[in-house]
Each structure stands twice: as C-alpha cells, then as structure tokens.
C-alpha cells in the first residue's frame, strides 16, 4: 500500500536500515498476529476480562526493534482498552503509521490509539504502564508510576542460535544460511531476538565466509563438541537471555 511504502521509506532514514530488513521486521511482527492465534488466546486468557472497566495504557515504546511494541498494544485494545504510544526520539514513525492504518481500516478503533510526546501527565493518568529500554530507563520510569498502576518492562535481552551436528549433514548448506538469516538479519541483530552468537557443533566451522557476506553485522561464532561447554557460556548472560534457537 501507498502508507507502508512510505513508512518503510522513513524508517529507512531514522533506522539506518535496509529495505529488506525493514520488511522482514514488519512481516515477522504481523504474521504472529493472527486471527486464530488471537482467538484461542482470548477465549483461554482473556475470558475473565469481558466486561471489565476499560484502562488508559500507557507504552513507552524501543528504538531499536522497531515492532517489538506491536502484539502488545494490540492485546490491549482487543481487550477494550485505550492505548497511548510514546515513540522514542529516535524512531518516531511506525507508532504514527500503525495509527494511521487503524484510522484508515478502522476508526473506531483508531480512536482509542494516542500518539503522545513525553510529558508526566501521561504517567500520572495511567492504570498500566508498558516500557522498553535499558535497564536504567525502566528504573526510572518504575520509580514514576503512580501507586496502585501496573507496570510491565521489557530491558536489555540477547538471544543465541545452535546448530547441531544433525544440522550438517550438508555443511554449512544455502537452505541452513536461509534460515539463520531470517533470525539474523533484521535490526542488525539490536533486537532481542537476534542471535549474537552462533554455537556450531563442529570444529571445522569456526568461519562462515556467506553469513559474513550476506549481512552487515554477523553473528560471532563459537564451536563445541559438548552441551556443557554451551551451558557454560549460557549461564553467563543469566537474566540476559531471552531465545535460543536451534537446527538439528
């Protein structure tokens, strides 16, 4: 559509990313939201909700993973609720496009979606707060929250990737490199979910030459013949780690 060739066109300019990351950033957040998927969640979390006073829900939004905010916002408002989005300085574009995609389709419930600046009222006027951002940004913001308002941040996370032997039958083959790059390329491995390191399960692969060239930032590589030596590095992004994903 005309609106998301001209979001992806600024997110360009504020993001620094490429065409290809962007789209891929956007079609990973919006294939998980799907109809079914939104259903079955309703009817086994949210039951208990219908008919609950509806709140002002207040999320502060990243700057790096652009959608990480999506599946959130969009939680709330199925459940009844009024949405505020306080973009960050630094990418201020999506959150004004989503919106105006809702006015557009919807607007009876674009209405209940705010783009705001940031301003004290806005906290002050929230019964749930949703934050990202550095561990000392939702520190702070936590402190601000007034009594009795819920709060929910999501800080700093890493995520890894592991390649087991059973995975290399055919080498470091194009269809495994296809999916390492569905993980690995988008935000240039900012977001939470990107794999900053690689735990390949053989000793000759300590290089791939075609991840490197395929991407700007690769994931660093690691080999081991034992789970216990990945273990080992695992425990040492302990409360850091959000995903691992694996082949094989």
Not at 105 to 133: C, F, H, K, R, T
Not at 184 to 191: I, K, M, N, S
Request: charged content about 20%.
């Amino acid at each position: 559509t005309p609106l998301r060739r001209q979001t992806v066109e600024a997110l360009q300019v504020v993001t620094g990313l490429s065409v290809r990351q962007i789209d891929l950033a956007l079609s990973n957040a919006f294939k998980e939201l799907t109809t079914e998927k939104i259903r079955v969640y309703a009817e086994a979390e949210l039951s208990g909700a219908r008919g609950a006073q509806a709140w002002m829900v207040l999320h502060i939004l990243p700057a790096n993973a652009f959608t990480a905010w999506l599946p959130g916002a969009i939680v709330c408002l199925l459940l009844g609720h009024k949405v505020r989005l306080k973009p960050s300085l630094r990418e201020p574009i999506f959150a004004r496009a989503w919106k105006q995609s809702l006015d557009e389709i919807d607007p009876s419930l674009g209405g209940n979606v705010e783009v705001v600046a940031w301003a004290e009222g806005s906290l002050q006027e929230s019964e749930a707060v949703v934050a990202y951002g550095s561990d000392e940004t939702l520190a702070k913001i936590r402190s601000q929250v007034p009594p009795g308002a819920r709060f929910a941040g999501y800080g700093h996370k890493l995520s890894v990737g592991v390649i087991f032997l059973e995975a290399l039958k055919d080498g470091l083959s194009e269809d495994l490199l296809d999916r390492v790059l569905r993980d690995a390329e988008p935000f240039r491995l900012q977001g939470c979910l990107s794999p900053q390191i690689l735990f390949i399960e053989d000793p000759r692969f300590s290089r791939w030459p075609m991840l490197e060239a395929a991407l700007d930032v690769a994931p660093k590589i690691r080999t081991f013949s034992q789970w216990a030596d990945v273990l080992e590095h695992l425990m040492k992004f302990t409360p850091y780690l959000s995903c691992v994903g694996y082949a094989g």
